[in-house]
């Protein structure tokens, strides 16, 4: 099923895909992204890539290094990044600001929808916004030789995925099992709802990139596949002013606790580098492999359309699908960075890699339909739960567990995944 659909990547500051660039996958020179609120320098690289723009590279010379080749790494979102201080009385999203484009010349059609679509992105925004946790925690300050320079604190800036409409009718039995693995294996500082009406999955930056360099981290090499970065940097200022240890391993476990987020403050003005990767999601089988439990995604994703009228599901494929990776601030909802890999009906792309134009107008159509569309019916998390995929599951995971609580080792990395 997965040889019908092709992907893109595309990147931007907010939730606009009308605004996005295309990221050249597997490429070693980084796209910049600009706002109001962040300057970003981004790489992209997905092993085994077969999508566009046509005749991208494969592979990357990333994934034959270490620790990559041994952790049989399948992707990285790698970005040096710099927050801004917000404009004097600016507390709304980017989205909202008519200067906050990705700048860069790689375009391409299919991240160019039609107008109603832009109405659509623009809804998206708006019930991304909702999203909010209501617990608000305040921008903290850190003293410094300069004064008093502030920024984001390490409980805000967060980092994961979103929706912009409810996926329960199409998670599969056994999600719920699948979830606690990636909890307990992989990333126990995410958080979220995935079967609510605006799903989402969001951790704290600090505790789920892999590597965290704080300063620019140097240019970026070819031989290297762009962007590379070591865990470290400034060790002065992630030691005496922010409380870091200095091994990855390390600096993930301290930060999911309260006083570690509390103490590290992402400053305005100072740059940080950092990279996501993990052997978990392979976009060439479009399959989740989680230690013990893997999840054909386009077996529940395929076949799956819904109408904008009565909220009913009819067997039409859908044309057009999108996994988003947000960098984002829990207390007021601002976006840093939205990348967003979408997978296209490889009938709707012509020989140049475009979307066609009555493809384009159909997706737009599709997307407007899910954000808002009737209701959908509600499936409650342990639904599907005694099934055999679900029992399979959860016998996977009582398994992990009791390896656990023996003291056994984990394998597959010490990486995170959303």
Known sequence: MADKYIIQVTAGPDYDIDQHIVVPVNTPDPVKISSELIDIDLNVRVQNYQGLPRNSPTTSPY???????????????????????????????????TGSSATGSRTSSPSRQSSSSSRASSLSARLSRRNT???????????????????????????GNDFDH??????????????????????????GDAYADRPHLYGPALSSFNVVHVGKGGRADPEKGGLWFEEGGDEEWRQEVAGA?????????????????????????????ADF???????????????????????????????????????????????????????TAD???????????????DEDGELKPEAREAIARERQAFMVGGEVEEKGEGEGGNDKEGEEARKKLEGLEIAKEKGEEKTGGDDDVD
């Open 63 to 97: 994934f034959s290094l270490e620790p990559h080749a041994t952790n049989q790494d399948q992707y990285s979102i790698a970005l040096r990044f710099t927050p801004k201080r917000p404009p004097p009385g600016s507390r709304t999203s980017t989205s909202t600001s």
């Open 133 to 159: 946790d209501s617990k608000k925690s305040s921008v903290t300050k850190k003293p410094s030789d300069a004064g008093e320079p502030s920024g984001i604190s390490g409980h805000d800036l967060q980092f």
């Open 166 to 191: 409810p996926i329960r009718d199409r998670l599969p039995p056994g999600f719920g099992y699948a979830m606690n693995i990636v909890k307990w294996w992989i990333d126990p500082g995410l958080e």
């Open 277 to 331: 990767f993990n052997p978990y999601l392979d976009f060439k089988e479009l399959a989740l492999r989680l230690p013990g439990f893997t999840l054909p995604v386009m077996k529940y994703w395929d076949g799956q359309s819904l109408s904008a009228n009565t909220g009913d599901q009819n067997k039409q494929r859908r044309r057009s699908h999108a996994l988003r990776y947000v960098l984002r601030n829990r207390s």
């Open 245 to 273: 240890p200095q091994g990855a391993k390390e600096r993930k476990a301290w930060a999911l606790k309260a006083p570690a987020k509390e103490r590290w403050v992402w400053e305005y003005g100072r740059t940080y580098c």
């Open 335 to 349: 976006t840093y960075l939205i990348v967003v890999f979408t997978l296209y009906l490889r009938e709707d792309i």
